[in-house]
């Protein structure tokens, strides 16, 4: 076999190059022709100083992640990383793309580092669930100090090559078209120098004000996660020990997360979430249909932020609205969200003026006639959906994408009131869709394959996580919520209290329980449709005005500063409500909570897969972490069965009375994975 790894001459330095699509990840054979290319370096008495770089589109982005847990192949990346290290003829990097993980570490091995202007460099391990194991702890804290260190190793954002060049991380920039001359020039400039410049030489300062604060500042960020302390840990080490005793300290680290069951969750997210970017019967190279202007119906909440997600990557969006003051108002949030963010410095300054230049905000329905792709986002009601869909079937142009943003409804039947069922699909975004990364997009019956294919690749431009969902009552995520809220809700009235079931989803590591998040979202969300009606404890709630958090009463009582309270008010109605259905108070254990407000998620999940109505158990994950907040460190509830066992998980459902999935008591009984 040929190796990925090749050298090339130029006069006294020797080009070290590799290629090794798609991303140069330092595989087995990677690392083995980087060894054999050093060494040839080394030994050849007419080579005066070496360059490292890659072909294709990036630097090296990091070890190889589908290596990881099988048994180790060919040299290590640490020999590589030593030897590169220990060379006696300087080695520059020559950076381009992305340096990530063990390619900066490689980086950081070399004696100098060159990068073109748009290379970003970095340490992401922590979001894996690990720390830089080839010596990125002990090196970064040592060249650019702990209070830059701290947040790439632990937060694992990648820096921009300017920024990189500014904390003195890389040594100079060079031209974007040129990186291979520049450097070449680079290493005959340094060759003769000495001593070679070692990061392992250098002295790492001790800063226990920028750790404390760092940990302080990120204690939110952090809660739950493994990594991130450990990654801290490793830094601080490398202020407090010899360099090699630092490496041995980082090994020990790495080596407890890699066998640990976060990392193994966040490596599978990694994966899953490239994953769901495929569907199974649509190929790869399928033609796309273009999408040069969007139309959007409904300036609400939900119209605002989907417009704002096409804005935002530069494409034009006509926005449709009923009356002038219901458009006004929309326009008006959007415009003060993006001048929110501007204020908070997370956009350009000119970035709202940018994007609200692209916007057409009109009364006029037939405007959306130039659309290549209309997205309708008024409210939940199928007559509704269906007069809009027809009257769109009038005016969009030929192969135009029409899309209904229904968080629930049968898009089948929103097709059918077109006469081109096939450009009709769902894409249901999730509130503030602005800023949530899921997109559920929903495959009715007859959607064309090349107007899904465009829509998944619509949804990466845009920035999205987009996971195909089938049709039924609530697509992928929202149809996991039902027996979760379902259960909470009977668990109210059996005597558990709705701070104790929320405790036990917020230890879990969920941004907050059910009832937090029906207060966020509003209790009355479809009460005010029958309000006479209370006959649950949510009705109740709502007919004494306890709408949620926007009434500063809901589940919970709220101050002025939406900090909550238990409510004796709600524990009054519960009480009340249990005694007129005869129910005994019992105690409730938080091992039945997590049985039956998420086991139960997790058998509606395999029925999901046994209906086909998602392609894979990984892509619900994708849907619950993205769309909801499970904690990534426990993988999405799929694989998170999984680790507990799904024996334990079949034999609690049962216990407490659940028809459990036939995939899922096959599972178990096998010994085998949810698919
Ligand atoms: N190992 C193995 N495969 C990798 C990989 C890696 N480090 N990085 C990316 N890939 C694969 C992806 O799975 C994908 O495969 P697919 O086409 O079969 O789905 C393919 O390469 C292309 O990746 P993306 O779709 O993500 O391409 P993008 O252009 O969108 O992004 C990237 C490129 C920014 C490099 C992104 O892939 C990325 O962030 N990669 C991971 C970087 C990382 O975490 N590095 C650290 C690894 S751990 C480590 O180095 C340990 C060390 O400290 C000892």
Redesign the pocket.
């Known amino acids: 076999m040929t190796s990925p790894v090749r050298t090339e001459r130029h006069g006294d330095v020797l080009v070290i190059i590799s290629d090794s699509p798609?991303?140069n990840?330092?595989g087995a054979a990677v690392r083995d022709g980087l060894e054999a290319g050093v060494k040839e370096g080394i030994a050849d008495a007419s080579i005066t100083a070496m360059v490292l770089r890659c072909d294709g589109?990036?630097f090296f982005?990091?070890?190889?992640?589908?290596e990881f847990g099988k048994p180790p192949k060919g040299a290590s990346?640490h020999e590589v990383i030593d030897m590169i290290d220990a060379s006696p003829k300087p080695v520059v990097a020559a950076i381009h793309g992305?340096a990530?993980?063990?390619?900066c570490?490689t980086a950081l091995a070399c004696h100098y580092r060159v990068a073109v202007p748009s290379a970003v460099i970095g340490?992401?391990?922590v979001?894996?669930g690990?720390?830089?194991?080839?010596g990125?702890t002990q090196r970064l804290p040592r060249l650019i100090g702990m209070r830059a260190a701290l947040p790439m190793l632990a937060i694992g954002d990648p820096v921009p090559a300017k920024k990189a060049a500014d904390l003195g991380l890389i040594d100079r920039l060079v031209g974007e078209d040129s990186l291979e001359a520049d450097a070449i020039a680079f290493a005959r400039e340094v060759a003769a120098k000495r001593p070679i410049p070692r990061i392992r030489d250098k002295d790492a300062k001790a800063d226990p004000e920028a750790v404390a604060e760092f940990r302080k500042a990120n204690a939110r960020k952090f809660r739950g996660f493994d990594a991130p302390e450990a990654n801290i840990r490793c830094a601080e080490a490398a202020t407090e020990l010899p360099f090699d005793e630092g490496m041995a300290f980082e090994r020990t680290e790495?080596m407890k997360l890699m066998m640990g069951v976060q990392s193994a969750a966040q490596r599978h997210i990694?994966?899953a979430e490239?994953?769901a970017a495929k569907i199974d019967d649509v190929p790869a190279d399928t033609k796309l249909r273009t999408v040069n202007r969007v139309g959007v119906i409904g300036a609400g909440t939900m119209g605002g932020g989907i417009s704002m997600n096409f804005l935002s990557a530069g494409i034009p969006v006509t926005i449709v609205e009923m009356n002038q003051e219901a458009l006004d108002r929309g326009t008006g949030v959007m415009r003060k969200n993006y001048e929110a963010s501007a204020a908070k410095g997370r956009i350009k300054p000119d970035a709202p003026e940018k994007a609200m230049g692209l916007l057409t905000p009109t009364l006029d329905f037939d405007a959306l006639k130039d659309c290549d792709l209309i997205i309708e986002a008024v409210y939940e009601n199928m007559d509704v959906k269906k007069e809009i869909f027809a009257r769109l079937d009038k005016i969009a142009k030929p192969g135009a994408i029409l899309a209904s943003n229904t968080s629930y409804l049968d898009v089948n039947e929103i097709a059918a009131a077109t006469s081109r069922p096939e450009d009709v699909l769902g894409m249901h975004f999730f509130s503030p869709a602005n800023v949530m990364k899921l997109l559920e997009v929903v495959r009715g019956d007859k959607t064309a394959k090349d107007v899904l294919a465009t829509v998944m690749a619509l949804a990466k431009k845009i920035r999205k996580v987009a996971v195909v969902a089938g049709v039924c009552h609530g697509f992928i995520g929202n149809r996991m919520l039902a027996p979760r809220q379902q259960e909470a809700n009977k668990l109210l009235m059996e005597g558990a209290t709705p701070q104790q079931i929320d405790k036990v989803h917020v230890d879990f590591g969920m941004p907050m329980g059910p009832f937090q998040m029906s207060d966020l979202a509003g209790v009355d969300i479809g009460w005010h449709r029958d309000p006479n009606r209370i006959e649950t404890i949510r009705d109740a709630l709502c007919a004494e005005g306890r709408w949620g958090q926007k009434k500063q009463a809901g589940f919970y009582d709220y101050d002025e500063k939406r900090n909550p309270t238990p409510s004796p008010r709600v524990a009054e109605i519960i009480e009340e409500f249990r005694q007129k259905s005869n129910l005994p108070k019992r105690e409730i254990t938080d091992e039945e909570i997590v049985a039956r407000t998420l086991y139960t998620m997790v058998n509606e999940g395999a029925l999901i897969l046994e209906e086909g109505k998602a392609q894979r158990a990984s892509d619900i994950d994708v849907v619950w972490i993205y769309g909801y907040g499970w904690p990534v460190y426990r993988g999405g509830p799929m694989f998170w069965a999984q680790t507990e066992g799904l024996k334990k998980v079949v034999a609690a459902l049962e216990k407490y009375g659940f028809k459990v999935a036939e995939s899922l008591k096959a599972a178990a009984e096998s010994g085998g994975q949810l698919k």
């Open positions: 798609p991303v990840a330092l589109r990036t982005a990091g070890a190889d992640i589908t990346l992305t990530l993980g063990g390619g570490e340490t992401p391990e979001k894996l690990l720390l830089p194991g080839a990125g790495f990694f994966f490239r994953q």
